[in-house]
């Protein structure tokens, strides 16, 4: 038996390199992972602005109290930029994001002032009100954003507000995917008694693209020697990692074993989780080989645990494991000590906290309790059973 740590760390351990970095447009940025850190070539924003619609003025034209009257000399749509400088007494109508003119330091919003006659009427403000600064978000030459950090929408629109149309990013590790059993059907096909229709390939599939990989199907292999040796060497010259379901319990064990030893080599672990104690690692040419459970929630469970931080490793990622939170267990759950245990979990706020409950039945089999859910319930090693009100980790998917 080895510990779910321990399987991640030899699994980390045995990747060393991540992928070739290339250049994308920023349409095709989301889930990709920087491959460089990424300077800020000015200032954001480039200029003092005006942070709101209104009126800028110099602020020696602030009254202390009372009010003024001042001239308005120029109505500055966004875009434009006033050429000369503001004399005493003098205001310009500004627009959101515009640069203050020369000499203004301070805007009146629109709704504080009174509007007269080509003129308007101010009262006391602080100095310097409603402007943003120049650089106030990021200064030149500062690194805006570290290689290894994978991009969600904001990061790609901050690229974008640094100018830069394209960006360089590790490619999106191949990840080959194929079922094993004589039972498994293709969802479409007919089904007869005793067969089940392929859950597991489909899951992969998804949650790979979902991590920033390629997932190539290689569709089902029937438990036979020779096409699975046959379709795992294919495999292997398609992809960086090649990732099998069923198989690795007893029985099919010995001849997965077999094959792979021959073609590659391989070790079969027995983690101390659940679900989803087989596990099957190695090699097979170039590529790493995961032989995943069969049952659908312990194979995308080993998946999460062993293929995503593989995965995330190789497209470059610096943060390779999902945050974990803590939340208030509302009902006792059983749980063995000495290994480390995963319940599908609903998480709500309620009363001020974080709550969790099960989904119910967690037989490893049961698909839809990941439905139903929206986190793990990590139970850890050490652990015994859980009773209600105590704190557990949950970690939200
Ligand atoms: P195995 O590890 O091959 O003994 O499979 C364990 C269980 O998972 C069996 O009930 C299989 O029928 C089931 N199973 C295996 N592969 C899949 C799959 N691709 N989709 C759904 N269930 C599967
Ligand atoms: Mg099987």
């Known amino acids: ?231 795992l060497l294919e495999a292997s010259a398609l992809g960086e990692l090649v990732v099998t379901s069923g198989g690795v319990s007893v029985g099919v064990y010995d001849f997965v074993k077999e094959v792979l030893d021959e073609i590659g080599a391989i070790d079969f672990w027995q983690v101390a989780m659940q679900p989803g104690r087989p596990l099957a690692f190695g090699r097979i040419g170039p590529a790493h080989f995961f032989g995943l459970p069969g049952n659908p929630v312990a194979s995308m469970l080993a998946y999460m645990l062993f293929v995503r931080p593989a995965l995330g490793k190789l497209a470059g990622r610096r943060q390779l494991f999902p945050e974990t939170w803590e939340a208030r267990a509302t009902e006792p759950m059983s749980k063995k000590k000495g290994r480390r245990e995963f319940k599908r979990g609903v998480l709500r706020w309620r009363n001020g906290g974080w709550e969790v409950r099960t989904t119910g039945p967690q037989g490893s089999g049961i698909l839809s309790s990941m439905v139903a859910g929206n986190c793990l319930i990590v139970l850890e090693e050490e652990r015994g059973d859980v009773t209600a009100g105590e704190t557990v980790l949950v970690e939200p998917f």
Do not use: W
């Open 1 to 231: 038996m080895i510990s779910v740590k321990d399987g991640q760390n030899q699994i980390l351990a045995r990747i060393t390199r991540p992928t070739p970095p290339e250049i994308v447009s920023l349409g095709a940025a989301r889930g990709r992972v920087l491959a460089e850190d990424l300077r800020a070539p000015f200032d954001v924003p480039p200029t003092d602005n005006s942070a709101v619609d209104g009126y800028a003025v110099a602020s020696a034209d602030v009254p202390a109290a009372g009010s003024r009257d001042l001239d308005v000399v120029a109505d500055l749509p966004a875009g434009s930029v006033f050429a000369g400088a503001l004399a005493p007494g003098q205001a310009v109508r500004i627009m959101t994001g515009a640069p203050l003119p020369c000499g203004a330091e301070t805007v009146y919003p629109q709704e504080a002032v009174e509007r007269l006659d080509g003129r308007i009427r101010v009262g006391p403000i602080p100095k310097g009100a409603n402007t943003r600064m120049r650089g106030e978000d990021i200064q030149a030459n500062t690194v805006v954003m570290e290689r290894g950090t994978a991009l969600r929408p904001q990061e790609i629109g901050l690229i974008a507000s640094l100018g830069q149309c394209q960006v360089l990013v590790h490619r999106r590790p191949r990840v080959v995917l194929l079922s094993t059993g004589d039972e498994v059907v293709e969802p479409g096909s007919p089904r007869r008694p005793g067969q089940i229709y392929d859950a597991n390939r489909f899951t992969l599939a998804a949650a790979i693209v979902e991590s920033g990989g390629e997932a190539i199907d290689l569709g089902i292999v029937a438990d036979r020697r020779d096409e699975l040796r046959a379709r």
